[in-house]
């Protein structure tokens, strides 16, 4: 089957009514209508005839089919066994293969290396749920899968979290994240009337590049200096960061002579600290904490 077909509605509706198949919102389907975004997304992702692609959320196919054009295989992820069903029957193809198993709690490397995955180059590629792309997200951007490209669509606030700069009301704990592990950047917009059945909300394609980083900074110890410093965001840096802090045995006096050798005000938010910022800030706690 031709991938370019089940981009129209009137097939898709066709292949519904073949099945009886009803959209089930616990798994947020949606499935795309619009080739040109289709081809955007695959074209972002840089994919040679080498690589490897984990996708997550088969659908009837539509992206799996047009990504196994251009790579070498495709494993992808489906929880909905009625349309694992229709795919295996209306639509695989021999570089496809369809995985029926919950992509959070699955070996993504060992799943790959079950289907003939060595070390050959492999990215990530999908339209992912809303309801858990973040966590599906951290779950790329931490494992131990050297991704070369994540492309993946999701909802447009996530995608304005992802992008946030310091200062800005979407900035957060998801920007940090994001930004620590990989540089992102906007592939395109995709607003609600390009899905079937339309979603409540407009998405977003959205292209992370991971970052390689040379750092003796444990990424457990920065996160748990962002999340202190996050967890009321009405209240000051300094008063965030005093639990912890305790934690971690350094006194209220220590703390505030790092914020004065980094010359950060202790009555600012969290918000305002660049990714750089915390990376300083969370070296000179250790410091104090190891030595203490």
Partial sequence: MDYNSLVKPSYIKKIMDEYQFRFKKRFGQNFLVDKNILDKIVDSAELTAQHYVVEIGTGLGTLSLALAQVCAKVVTFEIDRDLAIIFREKHSKDNIVLVEEDALKADWKQVLQANGWSSQPVSLVANLPYYVTTPLVMKALEGDLDFEQIVVMVQKEVA?????????????????????????????????????PAPEVDSTVVKLTPIKRETDLPAEDLFA????????????????????????????????????????????????????????????????????
């Fill in 160 to 196: 304005e979290r992802m992008l946030a700069e310091p200062g800005t009301k979407d900035y957060g704990i998801l920007s940090l994240a994001v930004q620590y592990y990989a540089t992102p950047t906007v592939v395109t917009q995709a607003p609600a009337s390009v899905f079937m």
């Fill in 225 to 292: 200096v962002i999340r202190a410093a996050f967890s009321q965001r009405r209240k000051t840096l300094r008063n965030c960061l005093s639990s912890l802090c305790r934690q971690w045995g350094i006194t209220n006096q220590q703390l505030l002579a790092v914020f004065a050798e980094l010359d950060i005000e202790p009555t600012i938010r969290g918000e305002v600290l660049s990714l750089t910022q915390y990376q300083e800030l969370t070296k000179r706690l250790l410091n104090l904490r190891i030595s203490s």
